[in-house]
Nanobody
Framework: QVQLVESGGGLVQPGGSLRLSCAASGISTNVNNMDWYRQAPGKQRELVAR???????NYADSVKGRFTISRDNAKNTVYLQMISLKPEDTAVYYCNTLPIIKINLKEYWGQGTQVTVSS
């Protein structure tokens, strides 16, 4: 059974850093394109970063130079290293595959991990 478990979020001051983890089971993170999304209160979920099966990476303009996506194939885990955090980075962060995992025709999302950037 597919499961995505995000962790590593928390409360951090502006300029601080966090590393998020996405532990996957039921799928292989090294053969799938893996994405990090975020959803801020009252806003739509947005794509933040992607790592392809070949290792190529892409980032939203708003996080370029500050966020780094990576993966550990042995641990079947994808990471999002975030530095120079800003209040506008506050959101619940989720990981998923490309295409988004569907179970019984319904999109599957993990529980996410809350990131709050505030002084």
């Amino acid at each position: 059974q597919v499961q995505l478990v995000e962790s590593g979020g928390g409360l951090v001051q502006p300029g601080g850093s966090l590393r998020l983890s996405c532990a996957a089971s039921g799928i292989s993170t090294n053969v799938n394109n893996m994405d990090w999304y975020r959803q801020a209160p009252g806003k739509q979920r947005e794509l933040v970063a992607r790592i392809s099966s070949g290792g190529g990476t892409n980032y939203a303009d708003s996080v370029k130079g500050r966020f780094t996506i990576s993966r550990d194939n042995a641990k079947n885990t994808v990471y999002l290293q975030m530095i120079s955090l800003k209040p506008e980075d506050t959101a619940v962060y989720y990981c998923n595959t490309l295409p988004i995992i569907k179970i019984n025709l319904k999109e599957y999302w993990g529980q996410g991990t809350q990131v709050t950037v505030s002084s």
